[in-house]
Structures are given as structure tokens and as C-alpha cells.
């Protein structure tokens, strides 16, 4: 209505004076309480004031300090309200004057109160099982309605009687628990203006602590430096903290007591008695606390504090021993003797050990709280020893020792028989009891031994015991003897027999259990045994009418049954048994026949051989181990015994290093093998083997063996202290600096003294030094000749291996530059023959050419031509050695002569070619002292006949030569050479030769050569 009203005044204005016209923007405010905000007032017209007034009526002034009126310009002024309140609402007037004119305009500003929290914290703590108010206080006008949610969901007051939603919005659970902690929503809505707000609300439910003893009683042990433990666990919300309390004091950590981090476990360290009693555990949080008690009890070992030796006569009325210990709970006290047990109440008889209750009333037990007396009556020297006292109680025990000395006349005790022979010596023990110590004396017939006609006696004593060794001449050193002991209680004597031993009887053969390659004999120990123990068993067996196979084994405490080998199936036997010992072997018991088993071939069916025999497993094998050559490699053997009446069928052999626990595969071996290698194992490592016999009945036990690997060879032994400590890599070099040096000084060596070696290859080829032996001018002149002059062949040698044999008239003499390579006299004493095994027909020209007549004037130089027979192939030429002398040639092959073949270079005139080009060779000579004949040349021989070359003779090793001067190869030119006696052509062969040139130097051989 008041608008309408002003919209009137408004018209009325501007009909009767439209000069001046008022606007405020916003026409209406609402401002929450707190907030600010501005309105502004627009004058249309010429306005000289335009004021602001109150609700109240009163004109706004500038000063004021929560509304103020500010003017812009002529046309316009701001009321600003700052920090509204409640007393700020109300209409406000703006009014414009200009003069007798004036207009105005009004605004209503409304403050209201927005949702504001006044008090709702988080989190919020309730004990669990208590009435909780969650709190959430909440302001606004209009009053706001509240709501409260709970995981998600708003909390349904009719459903949950527990939940209460209060006046003034509070949230009440009765009796919380532990599951109603969490988080709340308090959600505050004013419907007038859709206004929500919210705030969450952690709750959180402590719970009062849970505790509980692990142990409510402890035991422990004082003074032996031991702990005990306290420990209870407790439980709640939040984490409790733990404390231990003993006598109302709170403990702490220290040298005495220990706790760990949560302080739930209580140490006590080194228990004394005084630590007994009860400690209490408490256990606190905001909840509140609880308290749980823990009693230690606290025992103390047994100890025996007085124990002392007693000394007694025999026949004493009695001996006391007394023995007194402490110890909490109060220890029970027994007494020990050998094997005895005595205690209070109970007693003991030494004639009767096996009762405790005693006839003669001998032994008495006594005790009284803490000490203990053992009453020995009538003493006998039986009671002498060592007596232990045991304190006891339900912790532990104590036990000391005291020693009853009894003094006592001597008592000689042992057997007073001994058996032995003639040749054999024994000892006739005299053992002898007495305190203080006896000594001992022996006779014969009345004479103490040993007289002087009495060689074959030893007497040896000891503290207790007196030997008698006699070594039986005849039957008079049989008999009895005296040994008679004495000390300062008494004496006594006793008479000992040495009696004549026998050989046993035979022992009797129970049962034969026969399988095809063995035999089992169970047999009965002889009723005699001769005197002296039985040392081994014989068994024989034999085919009826043959002779007997014999075994012996050695007698052992279980030896009922002995095993025979090497059977044949199907075959009858008999078998006998006699025994052993130090006299000699026994009578052989009679003879039982029995007969082998079939050998159950792989093809009889199960059942009918499981009715024919007694089938079983067969034995183990016997084991042997040889280590081989490398010592990781070793070779494990065995021997068949019993196959259990079925064949072998394999063996199966495992092995293993010892400080493993795996097995290596396992290897099967075929039932004809009797070893097994085993190859690649570790160095200086212990192994154990596993061989077993497998046949149709089963496996055997295993037969087991073990055995070490030697240690590594390569091994290179740690430095000792205080050595260099030299590694592998710094042992290698020097190794290689010593061997370059030793190459070295080796090849400086050849040089100087030989004339060869790498730095003489460095002197001839780099230096222009000449080789040593070599004249360079004869050599240059022979090539030139031999270049210059083709009509020129050179001679050539052919040797066989006797040209290489000295004669018997001497030896050869060591070859210089002035020795003749031939005598000038064709006769000789002794001469050798030429053989030419094969020459083939198709020998090159070259070669063919080569072979002249050996009538030419000797040479100063030759040259040596090695043909190469064995392989068609050509031969590469070789380089030159600057040496070539006898040693050299020799060391190549230690059977063959110091010179090979030699070749004439000298200018001996060329005879004319020949179509047929023949080799000559003189046979051997007839006459020691004629010339040798070179007037019958011998053809080659057909080439149907002979193919190949063969040269016996240094011809064959010439290759192996090491210095030469040059070599020239002959190489196959491909041409065709046709024999006097054949016309058929055959493609030459590939022929090496190898051409060396040689000084003078060539062994006189006595000036007796044969040559071609």
C-alpha cells in the first residue's frame, strides 16, 4: 500500500511540478546480520541538496561510523551500510531540494540472521557405555530446523531408541559403543529462504582397558645369574600404556629391570631371593585403568656344603658318612654306590643288591632337614670307593663326591686256568687286591721263580696286577704255579694251572640251503674249543671225485652261516667244515652232499619258479675303489656274492659328495659288469657309493663304500705369512720373461758356436754376413759353371742304409774343407752295395739327365739330390740354411748317416743324350780289392711293374734336413720316356727333388763308396 501511495504522490508531483524527480536502486535490500550494502539515489532535475534520513526520522550525518552518506555529484548520493545489524532495518528516505521544490524516495532494508554454527567441535570423546550428547548449536533467523545423519543416512529416531534428537539440536546415544564411532552430520535448513548448511562431526568411543596375565605364577631360579619374565597383555581404545608396580614403587628401566616398548613384559635380571613376591601390572587410558597382579616365585638350587672322605679297617663295627646341603624347597639327600641307590627309609644288602630291604640290616640311611648320614656296618673291603651324595629338590640337583678308604689284607682274584702249547706263549694273570698295595711272589714246587735254570720265564707287574709269562719248553712246563701276595695286613696265595691246549673239534653243519651259483652252510660251533678261542672257520667243497676248494673265514661272536660262491646250476657238491685256532686247524666235519639250484631264465613263469625254489633278494655286492691315474677319477668294483637263486639283472649304483643331500643320477649297469668309473668329481672331496643288485625278487641291501678325491694338482698354495704373496698372473709373467731370456741366451749361444740361430739369419740376410763353412768364390764359381756350361751333369749318389755303417777298419773321420769327397783308388778293402729298389720308366728328363757316369774328376763342391717318392705332389721350395754339417743331419733322425746323398757339380763333361735315358748302378763288388765295376749299367725297369720311385736308403729323410744352401724342386714337365725293352708310354709322375749343395765335407767312409 505504501508503494501505491508513493506512486500517486509521484504522479501528482510530476502533474503539478515535473522539475525535479528522485529514484533509490535496489528499491528494497535484505541484508544478513554482519553483511554490508549500498543504495543509490538518482535526482532527475536540478537538485542543490539531496539528504538521506533515518527509519527513526532523523537526517543522516557523515560522521556516523556504520552508515555513511557520500554524494558523487550534484545528481547523485550513496548510503552505504556497513556491518548490518538487527537496529540497521527500517525504511530509509531520500530526499532532493532545490528551493521551494523537493522531491524524495524510500527504501526498506530488511535484516535477517543467516545459519551460523555457534558450537559444534570435532572430534567429540564418550566412554563407551555412557549416555553421549553430540553437541551442534546453530543460530538463524527465522530458527532453523536441525537434522542428523550418520554414514550416509539420516538417523531414524522412531526406529533406534538409543538416538535422541534434543530441544535445542543436540544428538543423544545411549549406552554408545564402540561400533556408534564415526562420523556424524549436523544439517541445519531455514525453509522461509531454502538456507542449508552443515557441519561433520567426528565421534569417538574410547574403551576402558582390557588386561590379562600371561602367566599369573612364575617360577624362578636365584643365584645362578638367570631372568624371569613378567608379561600381561592388555587391550582398549585408545592404545593403554602399561606399568609395573612391586610393593606400591613403579618400576623403571634399569640395571635390574628391563621393559620392552609397549612395557607389556616386565625382566627381571639376576633373581635373587629377595625378588619373590607379587607385581602388578596396570594398564591406563582415557577410558580409565585396570590391574593385574603376577606372583614370582623364586626357588633355590640345591647345594651340598659339607662332604668329607672317610678312612675305615675291614671288620670294622661301622664307617659313617655324613653329607649336609641348602636349597629352597628343602632337597632330598641319597646316596650312590656303583650301581646302588640308597635313601632315608630304605635299605640295602650287598649280598642281595637286587632288595631293598635288608636282612642283616648292613647299610643305613639317616636324614633330618637339610643333612643326610649313610651307616656302613660291618666293614668289608667291597665298601672301599668313591660315594656320591645327590642333593635334589624340584629345580635341579647337586652331587659331589667322597672317597671311603678301606684298609684291607690282599685277596687274589682271576681264573686259575690257562691254556696254551708247546712253542706258544701265555701269561698267567695274578690279579690282586690290597690296601695299602701288596707285592707279589711266585714259586714251583717249593722255588721261587724265576731260578736261574728257568729261561723261558718273564715276570712283569704291576700296582694290582703280577704276570707271569711263560713260553713252554716241553711237557714239564706244565703244571701249577704259586702266586702269593703280602702286605702289612696280611698275605695270601693261590695256585694256577697251565694246561696243554688241543685243537677244537669239528663243527657241525645244521643245514645246506642251495641257490644256482651259491650255497648257504648253517653250522654249530664245535663242543671243543681246545682251550684257546676259535680264530676261523674252514669250508671245502669239491664235485664228487675231485678235489677240494677251500675258503676260510674269520670266527665272529654271530657267525652261524657262511656263503659259497662261484657255484655251477644244476650241480652236485659236497662240502665240509673244520675250525681253527692257535694250536692248529681241527678235524673236518663229514662230508654233506648237496645240489644247486636251475638258473631261473627270464622266461619261467612266476608261479612255477616261485614253487620250484626258495626265491629272495640277492646279497650286496663286495666294493673296491681304485683311484686312477687323474684324481678325481675313480674306478668302484665289486664282486658278486649270493644272486638269490634268480639271475642279476643289473646293478644300480648311486653316489654322492657327503656334505650334500643330493644324489647324483642314479647309473644302471648290466648284470655282466663289475665296475663302474667315476669321472668329474670335485677335488679333495669325500664321497660315499651305493651299489645295488637287482634280480626278479627284488634289490639287495646296498653295499656301501666312501672315499676322498685327491687334492687338486693345479692348486697353487696360499703364501705362507709374511711372503711376498704372489698371484697367478705375476707367477705367469716371470715364467714367460724367463723363458724369452733362456730363448735368447740359447740363440746368442747357436750363433757364436754354430753359426746359427735367428740373429745369424739377421747377420746373412740384413749384414750381408756369409754363412759359415761357405766359400762364397767356389760356391759362385761352381754355379757358373754349371750355368755357363749345360753339356755338364752332375754326378749322383745313390746310397743305401749300409753306406751309412763304418768300417769295421775305423770309424769316419769328422768332415773339414780340405776331406776328398772319393778316394782317387777304385779299390777298396770293404765296399758297400748300391740298391735301387724301383726306378720308374717315367722319370722325368730332368732326372733322367741327372744320372751319368761316375768317371768325372772329383769336385771341390757337390750337390746333394734328395728325391721325394711319397707323395706325387709338388714340393715347395725350401730356403736356404746358412750351415749344413754331419750333427746337423744327424739330429734329424738319429738312424741315419751324418751325410746324405751327394751330387757332383764338377765339369765333367756331359755325355750325348740318349732317346732311352738309363740309370747306371754299380752292383756290389765281388772283390774287396778289385775296382768296382761300372761297365753294366742296370735298365729302369718296366713301368708296368713299378709305378713309383723308390730310393732306399738317406733318399727317404733327406727332407728332414735342416741346412741347406739352395733347393731346387723338379717339377713333372709332362713328358713321355720310353724304355729300351718296352714301347708303351706312361704319363710321368709327379717326382720332387730337392737339390742341396754341399762343401767338401762329406765322412771318409775308408775311400769305400758306391756310386751311380
Known sequence: MLQIRDLIWGLLFIGCAAAIQVQITPTQGEISVGESKFFLCEVVGDAKDIDWYAPSGEK?????????????????STLTIYHANVDSAGIYKCVAKNGDKEAQATVQVKIFQKITFESAPSPQEFNEGDDA???????????????????????QVAKDVRFRIMKNGHLQIRGIKKIDEGMYNCEARVMARGEIDFRMIKVVVNV????????????????????????????????????????????????????????????IKDVKKVDEGDYTCIAKNKAGEKAEEVSLNVFVQPKITYLNNQTASEFDEQVTLTCESSGDPTPTISWSFENKVFTEGEQDSWTRPDKYESLDRNIVVRSHARVSSLTLKNVLFTFAGQYLCTASNSIGQDNQHMYLEVRYAPKILGPVTVYTWEGNAANITCEVEAHPGASVVWFRDGLQLPSANTTNMKIFNTPSTSYLEINPDSQNDFGSYNCTATNVLGSESKEFLLIQAEVPSSPEIQQV????????????????????????????????????????????????????????????????????????????????????????????????????????????????????????????????????????????????????????????????????????????????????????????????????????????????????????????????????LLLVGVDVTCYFLNKCGLLMCIAVNFCGKAGPGAKSKD?????????KDESKEPIVEVRTEEDHTPNQGGGPTEPNETTPLTEPEPAAADTTSTVVNVLPSTATNSVAESFSTAQSSPA????????SASSPTKAAPAKSSPKNSPAAQSSSLNTQPDVGPLVDLSDTPKPPPSSNPTLLVSPPSANANGPQSQSDPVKAPDSTQNKDLQVDGPTKDAPNALCTDSTTPAHNDGKTVKDENTKGETEVKNATAEVKTVPNEAPQTNGNESKA
Not at 548449536?137 to 536441525?146: C, R
Not at 673265514?553 to 681253527?580: C, F, G, N, R
Not at 654233506?592 to 608261479?607: D, Q, Y
Not at 771341390?860 to 728325391?867: H, K, M
Open 513 to 740: 640251503e642251495p641257490f644256482s651259483s651259491t650255497a648257504v652252510v648253517s653250522f654249530e660251533e664245535p663242543d671243543s674249543m681246545g682251550g684257546v678261542p676259535i680264530t676261523k672257520y674252514r669250508v671245502e667243497w669239491r664235485l664228487p671225485g675231485q678235489e677240494w676248494t677251500g675258503s676260510e673265514h674269520d670266527a665272529k661272536d654271530d657267525l652261524i652261516m657262511i656263503t659259497i660262491v662261484d657255484l655251477k646250476p644244476e650241480t652236485t657238491y659236497e662240502v665240509k667244515m673244520s675250525a681253527v685256532n692257535g694250536k692248529g686247524e681241527g678235524e673236518s666235519s663229514p662230508a654233506r652232499i648237496f645240489t644247486t639250484e636251475p638258473v631261473l631264465s627270464s622266461e619261467t613263469p612266476a608261479p612255477i619258479a616261485a614253487t620250484s625254489m626258495a626265491l629272495r633278494e640277492p646279497s650286496a655286492p663286495k666294493l673296491e675303489v681304485k683311484v686312477q691315474e687323474r684324481g678325481n677319477t675313480l674306478k668302484v668294483s665289486w664282486i658278486k656274492q649270493d644272486d638269490g637263486g634268480s639271475p642279476i639283472k643289473h646293478y644300480l649304483i648311486r653316489y654322492k659328495a657327503k656334505h650334500v643331500s643330493e644324489w647324483k643320477p642314479e647309473i644302471r649297469s648290466p648284470h655282466d659288469s663289475d665296475y663302474v668309473l667315476l669321472s668329474g668329481l670335485d677335488w679333495n672331496t669325500e664321497y660315499e657309493v651305493y651299489v645295488v643288485a637287482e634280480n626278479r625278487q627284488g634289490k639287495s641291501e646296498p653295499a656301501v663304500i666312501s672315499f676322498r678325491t685327491a687334492t687338486d694338482p693345479t692348486t697353487i698354495p696360499d703364501a705362507m705369512d709374511g711372503g711376498s704373496g704372489l698371484g697367478t698372473g705375476a707367477i705367469v709373467g716371470i715364467l714367460i720373461v724367463v723363458f724369452f
Open 133 to 155: 550428547d553430540i553437541v551442534c548449536n546453530v543460530i538463524s533467523s527465522p530458527p532453523p530446523s536441525i537434522i542428523w545423519k550418520h554414514k550416509g543416512s539420516k538417523i
Open 860 to 867: 771341390s763342391e757337390s750337390t746333394t739330390l734328395t728325391f
Open 60 to 76: 543522516i550525518l557523515p560522521n556516523r561510523p556504520d552508515i555513511i552518506v557520500s554524494r558523487g555529484d550534484e545528481t547523485m
Open 208 to 267: 576402558l582397558p582390557t588386561i590379562r596375565a600371561r602367566l599369573s605364577e612364575v617360577n624362578a631360579t636365584a643365584d645362578i645369574g638367570s631372568s624371569a619374565l613378567l608379561a600381561c597383555d592388555a587391550d582398549g581404545f585408545p592404545e593403554p600404556s602399561v606399568t609395573w608396580t612391586h610393593n606400591n614403587i613403579v618400576l623403571e628401566r634399569g640395571d635390574k629391570y628391563s621393559l620392552n616398548e609397549d612395557g607389556s613384559e616386565l625382566v
Open 779 to 787: 760356391i759362385e764359381e761352381g754355379k757358373a759353371a754349371f750355368t
